[in-house]
């Protein structure tokens, strides 16, 4: 499977942005898939994923109420929307894939995914 994410920009605080995650090579069904986010200088860090199904999502405690994970297994792509946006948001954006039968105790462990697309970069302005 190969990742394609794409969205990013730059936007004031408190505006809204979707960013995609579209698949190819295999149907994003077959996948848990995650969102991450890295700054210069810093390692990856978990945002929001969603199991295969799309049943089950989760997310980290600086975005929740402000960001939403979704996925159209028909379309092969996966959303994360963000509203509310804060400087803090301020990242390249990764979307990978996981097919790990422990997901629900690794989702964010960027080591349980093994493919990544590229980054999108958000930038926030205050």
């Known amino acids: 499977v190969q990742l394609q994410a794409s969205g990013g920009g730059l936007v004031q605080a408190g505006d809204s942005l979707r960013l995609s995650c579209a698949t190819s090579?295999?149907?994003?069904?077959?996948?848990?898939v995650g969102w991450f986010r890295q700054t210069p200088g810093k390692e990856r860090v978990f945002v929001a994923a969603?199991?295969?199904?799309?049943?089950?999502?989760y997310y980290s405690d600086y975005v929740k109420g402000r960001f939403t994970i979704s996925r159209l297994n028909g379309k092969n792509t996966v959303y994360l929307q963000m509203n509310s946006l804060r400087p803090e948001d301020t990242a390249v954006y990764y979307c990978?894939?996981?097919?790990?039968?422990?997901?629900?105790?690794?989702?964010?462990?960027?080591?349980?995914?093994?493919?990544w697309g590229n980054g999108t970069l958000v930038t926030v302005s205050s």
């Open positions: 090579g295999r149907a994003v069904s077959n996948y848990h």
């Open positions: 990978a894939a996981s097919s790990t039968a422990s997901y629900s105790s690794l989702y964010d462990n960027a080591g349980a995914y093994h493919t």
């Open positions: 969603t199991r295969r199904s799309g049943d089950v999502t």
